[in-house]
C-alpha cells in the first residue's frame, strides 16, 4: 500500500504528516522525494545508513570517429548538442540522458559516460525503513534520485510506503505520486492555502487518483481549504490543530507520535481511516498500472 | 562580413530584440552587399536549450559577428566555438547598430550571463 503526501507549495505539512504516519505505523517505509531539501531524516535519524550514488548518461562523441552528418545534432529536441568548428559540443545539463543520439548515429561514434547527479540513502528508525536522497549543488534536475527511489522501494513489497512528496505539481511531484495507492493532500486554513489545495487537486483528480485532504495547523473560525473541500466534496480524513506542544516538539526535530500520547492517537486515526479508504479503492478500483512495481 | 542581430520585427526598421537565444527573428545583413535577410528562430519557444540552437543556427549562415544586448554562457560557446565574435549593443534599432558597428563604434560583450534556463526575464 502506497501513501502519496502531496501540498500545492512548502511549509503546509507533508513532512509532518507523512513521517507521524510512517511512524504511526510502525513497520512501514518512508521515502522523502524532496530530493532538492530533504528533511524527514532529520526527525527519525536513520541508522545504518547505507548511500548510493546515482548517475545519468551523458553522451561522448569520438571526434575521429564523427562524420560531420549532424543527425545527433538535429535529432536532441532538448538542443542539448551543437555542431561547430567541425566538432559535436555536448552540453551536460541540458542533456535528458534519452540515449537517440548514440541511436541515430550512422558510425557508431557516440557512446556515453556516466555523470555522478546525487545520492540516495536508506536507513531504520524504529522499525520504519527511512529512503531519501540528495541532489548535488548545482544540478538542474532531481528526477534521476525520484526515480532511483522508486525503484528502491519496489524492493520491499508488501509494506506501508509513505511518499513524501517535492513541494508543488510539477514534474517531480507527477514522478512521486505516479505509483501511489492514494493521495493525501495537506492544507493549511488560508485564503493561499486553498488556492494551493485547488492546484494539487487538480493534479490528483487529473490522473484519477483516490484522494483525501489533512487540514494542518487548524484554528477557530474560518478555513478556506476546509470551506474548499466542502464544495468540492472532498474527504476530510483528518484535521492537526495549531498548537504549541506539537510546534515544540517538531522544532525539536522530534517525531510526535513517539512522543505525545494525543499525538499518537491523533496519527493512528488518521492512518486508520486512510487504509480504510485504500482497502475500499482496491476493491472498487483493483488493477491500478505501475510503473516501477 | 555577415552579421547576426536578435530583432523583433522582420523590416529594416526593427528593434533589437533583449533576449538572443529566444528572439523571434533574426536578421542577418551582409556589410558588403547592404542587404539584410530575415529569419524566423526555429529555436524562440523550445523548451529548452533555445540558446544553443539559435546560436547553431547563426554560425551555420556563415556570420562572423553577432550584435547583441546580451548573451547567455550556452550561446556564447556555441559561438566561440565557431569563431562568432559578440559585440554590445547600445541602442534600440537594428539599422543604429549596424551604422555604429561599420563606424567601429561598439565594444566586444564580456558580461555573459549565467542564463535563465526556462525562467525568462525581460
Redesign the interface.
Known amino acids: 500500500m502506497r501513501i502519496a503526501v502531496l501540498s500545492g507549495k512548502g511549509g503546509t505539512g507533508k513532512t509532518l504528516v507523512s513521517v507521524n504516519l510512517a511512524a504511526a505505523a510502525k513497520a512501514a517505509f518512508y521515502i522523502d522525494c524532496d530530493v532538492e531539501e530533504p528533511n524527514g531524516h532529520l526527525f527519525f535519524k536513520p541508522e545504518n545508513v547505507r548511500e548510493k550514488e546515482v548517475t545519468v548518461a551523458i553522451p561522448v562523441v569520438d571526434e575521429h570517429q564523427c562524420n560531420g552528418c549532424r543527425r545527433c ?1 538535429d535529432f ?10 567541425g566538432k559535436v ?1 555536448v ?1 551536460e545539463d ?1 542533456c535528458h540522458s534519452c540515449g537517440g543520439c548514440a541511436l541515430v548515429c550512422p558510425v557508431n561514434a557516440i557512446s556515453e559516460k556516466q555523470r555522478v547527479v546525487g545520492m540516495v540513502r536508506r536507513g531504520e528508525s524504529g522499525g520504519v525503513g527511512v529512503l531519501g536522497g540528495i541532489m548535488n549543488p548545482g544540478e ?1 534536475s532531481g528526477m534521476p534520485l525520484i526515480k532511483q527511489l522508486m525503484r528502491d522501494s519496489f524492493a520491499s513489497p508488501g509494506y506501508l510506503t509513505f511518499i513524501d512528496c517535492p513541494p508543488g505539481s510539477g514534474c517531480l511531484v507527477m514522478e512521486s505520486i505516479r505509483d501511489a495507492d492514494y493521495c493525501v493532500m495537506v492544507a493549511e486554513p488560508t485564503t493561499f492555502g486553498a488556492s494551493n489545495l485547488q492546484s494539487v487537486y487538480e493534479l490528483v483528480k487529473l490522473f484519477g487518483f483516490p484522494h483525501g485532504v489533512v487540514l494542518n495547523k487548524c484554528l477557530d473560525g474560518e478555513n478556506p481549504s476546509e470551506q474548499f473541500c466542502l464544495d468540492n466534496g472532498i474527504e476530510i480524513l483528518g484535521k492537526i490543530p495549531f498548537d504549541k506542544i506539537l510546534g515544540k516538539i517538531t522544532s525539536e526535530g522530534q517525531i510526535a507520535v513517539r512522543e505525545s500520547e494525543a499525538y499518537a492517537r491523533l496519527f493512528g486515526a488518521l492512518l486508520q481511516t486512510i487504509i480504510r479508504d485504500v482497502r475500499h479503492e482496491t476493491t472498487v478500483n483493483p488493477q491500478r498500472k505501475r510503473r516501477y512495481g | 562580413m555577415k552579421i547576426a542581430l536578435p530583432v523583433n520585427n522582420k523590416s529594416d526598421d526593427t528593434d533589437i530584440c533583449v533576449s538572443f537565444g529566444r528572439t523571434p527573428y533574426l536578421m542577418i545583413y551582409d556589410t558588403q552587399t547592404k542587404q539584410s535577410h530575415f529569419f524566423d528562430n526555429a529555436a524562440a519557444d523550445s523548451p529548452g536549450g533555445a540558446g544553443i540552437k539559435t546560436a547553431q543556427f547563426v554560425a551555420d549562415q556563415g556570420v562572423e559577428a553577432v550584435l547583441t544586448p546580451r548573451c547567455g554562457e550556452n550561446s556564447a560557446q556555441v559561438l566561440k566555438a565557431a569563431g562568432v565574435k559578440l559585440y554590445k549593443t547600445t541602442g534600440d534599432s537594428a539599422a543604429g547598430e549596424i551604422e555604429k558597428f561599420a563606424a567601429g563604434g561598439l565594444a566586444e560583450l564580456n558580461d555573459i550571463h549565467p542564463g535563465f534556463h526556462g525562467h525568462g526575464g525581460r
Open positions: 545534432v536532441c529536441r532538448f538542443n542539448a548538442l551543437a555542431f561547430v568548428g559540443s552540453f541540458i538542474a
